[in-house]
């Protein structure tokens, strides 16, 4: 697979406190390829969220990019002016947000609130606009769409207002979009139905996809590589393949153990992952997961694991990968795929 799309590397964001400086994410490095859909995943406070904020060039004022690089297509975008930032979102790049109600404008009508990224980005004029909007409304599976440009927000379900929000990112055919949680205020049907739609849409266009989503199952059924983060960091990733049926990090597998499995038959009690994120105001000495985690040793509190590489694409920090760790009574690391 071709890497050259979006590669992030060593990225650090912080958010300054009275207490000190609370990073959000730590050295994170990452690449999409082009054509490839790449999900991340993790709790609320991950720093997923916030790695793909900073993609967008959407961060509060308040954040520091202490470190690190970001470049799409080559082109670094950390330090690029509004300006510029502005040319390329819209145009190279576009952004799906979980809750549509809070991202469109409610009193702006749908066909002018698709159609505004062509008026931004090309030289179309308002007829040719209108008939791409009208166009575009249509290949996302909504219906009317002539008499849907002239409506407002409100006038229409959560599920058909993904659908703009999703016509708004594709109307200009960009090469990266990012879908952040795009299906969580949707019911279960219309949330399939979402991602069915992502997935024809990644297949007829050839636009690579950056996924968020704290549900691993969500996330397994669309992406082609899985990123998990915890506490900011990256702690595992892999193939989807690798992360469902063969993780090998305690969090990985206490996620998945989180959401249902149409597959697990056995299973009819969900676990929860007991415990919170802890504060990284004062970041813990050794592994950010230790104190909730179940199979912490003595090192674990004392040194950050290492990364291991079990393959070329599946890799994992965890201590529990050291030939010296006693691996009786870890329940995962899968292989009945
Ligand atoms: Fe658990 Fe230790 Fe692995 Fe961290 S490094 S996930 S505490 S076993």
């Known amino acids: 697979m071709d890497k050259e799309l979006l590669k992030i590397e060593n990225l650090t964001i912080g958010f300054p406190t009275k207490s000190g400086i609370h990073t959000v994410v730590d050295h994170v490095n990452l690449e999409v ?30 954040a520091q990019v202490s470190e690190g690089s970001i470049r799409l297509n080559g082109q670094e975008l950390l330090g690029m002016s509004r300006e510029e930032r502005r040319k390329i979102q819209g145009r190279n790049m576009s952004m799906i947000f979980q809750e549509p109600m809070t991202s469109l404008n ?56 993904q659908r703009v929000m999703i016509a708004m990112a594709i109307i200009n055919h960009p090469d990266l979009i990012i879908a952040d949680e795009p299906t969580t205020a949707l019911d279960v049907t219309v949330q399939a139905q979402i991602l069915n739609l992502l997935k024809k849409i990644h297949r007829d266009t050839g636009s690579s996809i ?34 469902f049926y063969h993780q090998q990090h305690p969090y990985t597998w206490a996620l998945l153990q989180s959401v249902p499995r149409i597959d697990d038959e056995d299973k ?69 795929a």
């Open 210 to 243: 950056l996924f968020i989503s704290h549900d691993l199952n969500i996330v397994h059924f669309i992406s082609d590589e899985i990123i998990v983060m915890y506490a900011g960091e990256i702690v595992e990733r892999g193939t989807a393949r690798d992360i």
């Open 268 to 336: 009819t009690i969900l676990n929860t992952i007991e415990g919170n994120i802890p504060d990284m105001i004062y970041p813990p000495k050794g592994c950010s997961f230790c104190t909730r985690c179940p199979y912490a040793m003595k090192i674990c509190e004392e040194e950050k694991p290492k990364v291991t590489h079990i393959t070329d694409e599946h890799s994992v920090a965890c201590w529990l990968m050291d030939p010296r760790a006693d691996r009786s009574g870890v329940p995962f690391g899968r292989t009945d």
């Open 33 to 62: 390829g082009k054509g490839e859909i790449v999900g991340i995943v993790g709790e609320s406070g991950s720093g997923k969220s916030m790695t793909s904020l900073a993609v967008m060039g959407l961060l509060s004022e308040e």
């Open 106 to 161: 409610p009193v702006m009508k749908i066909g002018t609130q698709v159609g505004e990224s062509l008026k931004l980005h090309t030289d179309l004029d308002k007829e040719t606009i209108r008939k791409r909007v009208i166009e575009t409304l249509a290949s996302v599976g909504l219906r009317n769409p002539e008499t849907l440009i002239d409506q407002y927000p409100h006038e229409i379900s959560g599920g058909m207002r």
